[in-house]
């Protein structure tokens, strides 16, 4: 079976400030990961993955395996982070999401 | 914005009653999906279908049924013997080969509420 676990359910940090999100995963084989955000009135999508270890709009995400983490971080927090974030794994055909941290960003 | 389409936007429902949520899309993605959100509990996946004329259950099936007629179309019932309907149904899709490797794209999502 596979699982995602984000232990915060909110997180809130001033503008400015370094912000990271926790994400733990368990799974039997050689997991894909993602960070999916869904911004208010928006629909959910897409903001990065671990394949491409690229860095979409300041956030970064480094998979470690040894600590099953794939914990989301941005040095800076802007006002316009604030966001559900869902961390997700695909395997088996299908993607499993966390339970989602609602990030709020203080001006 | 296309790709994904749902509809309704919002749904109301008298307890009791079956209802069909709809998804539509036009990327050509071979594969769909159906989640439930829920406050605190994030997405859950209700069914999905990675070919025309098959589906699987995902985690939590049972009250809901799927079909896949057509590769764009993947509608959802909800039928009267789920036992808690009212919630936030998305839809989503994935192609099988090719960039993005295993991204799913995501529909605007239809609010169910059962009076």
């Known amino acids: 079976a596979q699982r995602v676990t984000q232990p915060e359910k909110l997180l809130s940090v001033f503008k400015g400030a370094p912000v990271e999100l926790k994400c733990n995963y368990s799974y039997s084989g050689s997991p894909e990961l993602f960070w999916y955000v869904q911004y208010s009135r928006q629909r959910l999508q897409l903001l990065l993955r671990?394949?491409s270890r690229e860095s979409i709009k300041g956030f970064t995400a480094d998979l470690n395996k040894g600590e099953t983490s794939f914990h989301l971080k941005k040095p800076f927090a802007q006002e316009e982070d604030s966001a559900m974030y869902y961390c997700?794994?695909?395997?088996?055909?299908?993607?499993?999401f966390g339970t989602g941290t609602r990030l709020t960003i203080i001006p | 914005d296309g790709g994904i389409t749902q509809s309704p936007k919002y749904l109301f429902r008298k307890e009791g009653q079956n209802v069909t949520l709809s998804c539509e899309q036009n990327?050509?993605?071979?594969?769909m999906y159906w989640y439930r959100q829920d406050p605190g509990q994030g997405l859950r996946l209700i069914y999905y279908?990675?070919?025309?004329?098959?589906?699987q259950k995902g985690d939590i099936a049972e009250g809901y049924s799927v079909s896949r007629e057509k590769k764009e179309s993947f509608p959802l019932t909800v039928t009267s013997a789920q036992k808690n309907p009212t919630a936030f149904y998305l839809c989503?899709?994935?192609?099988?080969?090719?960039?993005?490797?295993?991204?799913?794209?995501f529909g605007p999502g239809t609010r169910l509420t059962v009076l």
């Open positions: 990327l050509n993605h071979d594969a």
């Open positions: 671990h394949i």
């Open positions: 989503a899709s994935r192609k099988h080969s090719g960039a993005p490797r295993n991204e799913q794209f």
């Open positions: 279908s990675q070919i025309v004329n098959d589906f």
């Open positions: 997700a794994l695909f395997g088996n055909e299908k993607l499993t």
